[in-house]
């Protein structure tokens, strides 16, 4: 039988790249099912049944959730919960319902406790505090996982869960106040080389560690877990701890990125550091041992990655 594959978030930056990773394996395009927001509100239950009542997805990528940097999950906790957790049930329950067997859940590294020993292992999962910047988000996807888990030991089902590091690349969200921070510093030293201006400022100490993914090594790592024989995932997984942690395996400081995204911008002016402003954890680092043992790499360099995001946003600039 020929696999029919909604993507759910298809228009999002993970979304449209797991889109890009089922072409290029030989997926057709009549194989992939998608749907905008105004065709179909992933909040609304009845909405959500009557999509797989009618269409009989056998695989499900669930991508789609409300996303944002500090700022965003700080001015927005509620919706940033509310709206994940109704997606999230909404999806993984209708799968179930209509008889789809595979499904594949994005979640985040910020599920791990603020303070959790580094590299973070996929063992650290409900073992202290969540960073407060951003609990209800993570909370959501906590509960995300354990949906999957759930219908996995009640009824039978493959529903995996994969947790992305810090994402950034094609398709990426450079708003001035809801992005995260790759983008937020292309856009940040885009605007100052082109503005001439003296300086850039960046909020916090510049001392946290960050690690980060290009968005289309993250979607194949989706298609790969996806694709595993359930002999060789549940090798690597326990039942009630199957979330597998997908990373790219070295970290750099937030100075470091910002230096490298001005050299990659060609920005000359001063880098300064607001710490008046938040920092978030002082380091987040995957342990993403168990997909490495499965036979999965990266492949694109975070310089090279950040060339690829620039390039990918002055094309966007220009199609405005």
Same mark, same amino acid.
């Given at each position: ?9 298809h228009?999002g ?6 889109i890009r990773?089922?072409?290029t394996?030989? $997926?057709?395009s009549?194989?992939i099912?998608?749907?905008? &927001? ?5 909040i ?8 797989? /009542?009618?269409?009989?997805p056998t695989? $499900?990528y669930?991508?789609?959730?409300k $996303?944002?940097?500090i &700022?965003?999950?700080n001015?927005f906790?509620a919706?940033f919960?509310y709206?994940?957790?109704?997606? #999230? /049930? ?5 799968? =179930?319902?209509?008889?789809v ?6 979640? *985040? *590294? ?9 590299p ?5 999962l409900?073992?202290?505090?969540l960073e407060? +910047? ?11 996982i ?18 992305? +590091?810090n994402?950034y690349?094609?398709?990426?969200n450079? &708003? =001035?106040?809801?992005? =995260?921070? $790759?983008?937020?510093?292309i856009r940040?030293? =885009?605007? /100052? ?6 300086q850039?400022?960046?909020?916090? *100490? ?6 980060f993914?290009y968005?289309?090594d993250?979607?194949? /790592?989706?298609?790969?877990v ?9 090798? #690597?997984?326990e039942?009630?701890? *199957?979330?597998?942690?997908?990373g ?10 910002a ?6 911008i ?13 920092d978030?954890p ?29 390039q ?6 220009c199609r405005?």
């Open positions: 039988m020929d696999e029919k594959i909604y993507v759910a978030g228009r930056m993970v979304g449209s790249a797991i990773a089922l072409r394996r030989g $997926v057709e009549s194989q099912l998608t749907r905008t &927001h105004d065709e179909l509100d992933l609304n239950q009845g909405e959500v049944e009557a999509f797989f /009542a009618r269409e009989r695989q $499900v669930l991508a789609a959730a $996303v944002g940097g &700022h965003a999950n001015i906790p919706e919960i709206e994940n957790l109704m997606v #999230q /049930a909404n999806v993984i329950h209708a799968a =179930h319902r209509n008889n067997q595979k499904l594949l859940f994005l979640g *985040s *590294s910020c599920i791990y406790p603020r303070l959790v020993p580094q973070m292992a996929e063992s650290a409900l073992t202290g505090s407060p +910047t951003n609990e209800p988000y993570a909370i959501a996807k906590i509960a995300g354990k949906l999957c888990e759930s219908y996995n030991r009640q009824y039978g089902r493959d529903y995996r869960s994969v947790m992305p +590091t994402l690349g094609p398709g990426d450079y &708003h =001035h106040e809801n992005s =995260h921070v $790759v983008p937020a510093l940040r030293f =885009h605007e /100052a080389k082109v503005a001439d201006a003296p850039v400022v960046i909020w916090g *100490s510049g001392k946290p560690r960050r690690e993914l968005v289309d993250m979607a194949n /790592a989706s298609v790969f996806m694709n595993l024989e359930a002999a060789e995932y549940n090798a #690597q997984v039942p009630q701890m *199957s979330l597998i942690n997908v790219f395996g070295s970290d750099v400081t937030i100075a470091e990125l230096q490298m995204v001005s050299g990659v060609g920005y000359q002016g001063e880098i300064v550091f607001d710490r008046d402003k938040p978030g002082p380091r987040k680092l995957m342990d993403s041992a168990r997909l490495l043992a499965m036979g999965w790499r990266p492949t694109v360099g975070l310089e090279d990655g950040i060339r690829l995001a620039y990918d946003m002055q094309q966007h600039m405005k």
